[in-house]
């Protein structure tokens, strides 16, 4: 009986224009489209060298979401965009649509025949909560009005070597405590950033009916406060103290953050609106959808992302 050879893998689109590469998902996004065979086409705000994309070829495509001609430049010829530049933190409320919404539907419209990827935020679910929630969420419109394909993907709290947002909570369960805001019964999701990034590119190997969809690390009902710690304070061999933080004490650092904005100060991600967010009870995926159409699984659960992460920032001096 003759050897059976596999199926040569069908890339369905050969060039992929990609934002928010210099992100901390964007990064990782890049390589695992890479790994797939997909041409790349790279939009950068600035010239600089990235240490993460050694070896990767790909060409890079100077301006951002409110430069129409370098935009033209970027989706020209391409068969799909992966638009996973978004504004996480702004001094005004108002530059959260300016960008997030703005931006993704000035793309949208360059971009008429292409597979067109959303990498969205589970807060979109809530729009009424902040004016990032808002903005993520008529993101999501725009991409859904679109005439041709399109998939949005809302991924939860994103963590893994790089991101130095959840570094603060690190160093904190470090020292022996773990923060948490007081919410009684308050559950999130949670993804490596890994994972995220093959389920992105796997979804453009294998498209998926238009739709919204959710995406996790599979864990159902997702994780408290509590797990958290606990998976943290393992793998840096520490017992910490769970810290329930009202929202009266977050609520005023954030009005603080305010002020400092309107004065000039550092852009902070801690503000009114984010505590609106923080303090939501449910932050859990509510969707498999993807993950079956896919058939993907992730790689990564809380206790083995939390143990590599951790080694990479011990590794880069971070922690």
């Known amino acids: 009986m003759p050897e059976r050879r596999p199926r040569p893998r069908i890339i369905l689109f050969r060039t992929v224009a990609v934002t ?100 969205s935020s589970l807060a979109a679910r809530e729009p009424q909560l902040s004016p990032y929630a808002a903005s993520k969420h008529a993101a999501e419109e725009v991409v859904a009005s679109r005439s041709g394909p399109w998939l949005t993907v809302r991924a939860p709290a994103v963590y893994g070597p790089g991101d130095r947002e959840t570094l603060a909570y690190f160093k904190a369960v470090a020292r022996g405590l773990a923060p948490r805001p007081k919410v009684p019964g308050a559950r999130l999701s949670l993804i490596h950033v890994a994972d995220l990034a093959e389920a992105l590119a796997l979804a453009l190997d294998q498209p998926p009916p238009p739709s919204t969809y959710e995406i996790d690390d599979g864990r159902e009902g997702g994780y408290s406060y509590r797990d958290m710690a606990d ?72 206790a083995t992302g939390f143990g590599e992460t951790i080694l990479w920032y011990r590794g880069q001096g971070w922690l």
Not at 43 to 71: K, T
Request: charged share 25%.
């Open 20 to 119: 928010g590469v210099t992100g901390f998902v964007g990064l990782h996004l890049v390589a695992a489209l890479a790994r797939r065979g997909f041409r790349l086409r790279l939009l950068v705000r600035r010239w600089s060298p990235l240490p993460s994309l050694e070896g990767i070829e790909a060409d890079m495509v100077l301006g951002d979401l409110s430069d129409e001609r370098a935009l033209e430049r970027l989706v020209r010829g391409t068969d799909a965009v992966v638009h996973a530049a978004g504004l996480i933190k702004a001094r005004r409320p108002s530059e959260f649509m300016a960008v997030n919404r703005d931006g993704t539907a000035l793309l949208s419209a360059l971009a008429p025949e292409a597979i067109f990827l959303l990498l």
């Open 231 to 302: 998976a943290a304070g393992r793998a840096l061999g520490r017992r910490p103290l769970s810290l329930a933080v009202p929202r009266a004490v977050m609520a005023a650092v954030a009005r603080a953050n305010a002020i400092g904005h309107s004065l000039g100060g550092s852009v902070q991600i801690l503000t009114p609106g984010k505590v609106g967010e923080i303090f939501h009870s449910d932050w859990t995926a509510h969707d498999r959808r993807l993950a079956e159409s896919l058939g993907w699984r992730p790689r990564f659960d809380l």
